[in-house]
């Protein structure tokens, strides 16, 4: 069956780093783009990053743009979230999903995203 493992996740200072991974089987990895998506306690949850079949397209939101990275190892059908420089305001559930139905690109949009990882949780102390 499908699974998307999300791991990598725990609790930082403000200014450190972490590097989440999402681990996929049960599906051709190659052949979907790549999300992350993150929900902070009483907020909805939003757009991260994400990255397209071959990882030629990328996309960030604008509030981690310069500070996250997100790569793809389609060899080891896993995905990447390089983040550096954590604020305190970066404390939530980061997710990853996975698109089928965009082809040629990236997109921010949730409800284009076919299959979602259970989370993990990222906490950045001021």
């Known amino acids: 069956q499908v699974q998307l493992v999300e791991s990598g996740g725990g609790l930082v200072q403000a200014g450190g780093s972490l590097r989440l991974s999402c681990a996929a089987s049960?599906?051709?990895?190659?052949?979907?783009?790549m999300g992350w998506f993150r929900q902070a306690p009483g907020k909805e949850r939003e757009f991260v990053a994400a990255?397209?079949?071959?990882?030629?397209?990328?996309n960030y939101a604008d509030s981690v743009k310069g500070r996250f990275t997100i790569s793809r190892d389609n060899a080891k059908s896993t995905v990447y979230l390089e983040m550096n420089s954590l604020r305190p305001e970066d404390t939530a559930v980061y997710y990853c999903?996975?698109?089928?139905?965009?082809?040629?690109?990236?997109?921010?949009?949730?409800?284009?995203?076919?299959?979602w990882g259970q989370g993990t949780q990222v906490t950045v102390s001021s």
């Open positions: 999903a996975a698109d089928f139905r965009t082809t040629g690109g990236v997109t921010s949009r949730s409800d284009r995203y076919d299959f």
């Open positions: 990255i397209s079949r071959s990882g030629t397209y990328l």
């Open positions: 049960g599906f051709t990895f190659s052949t979907y783009a």
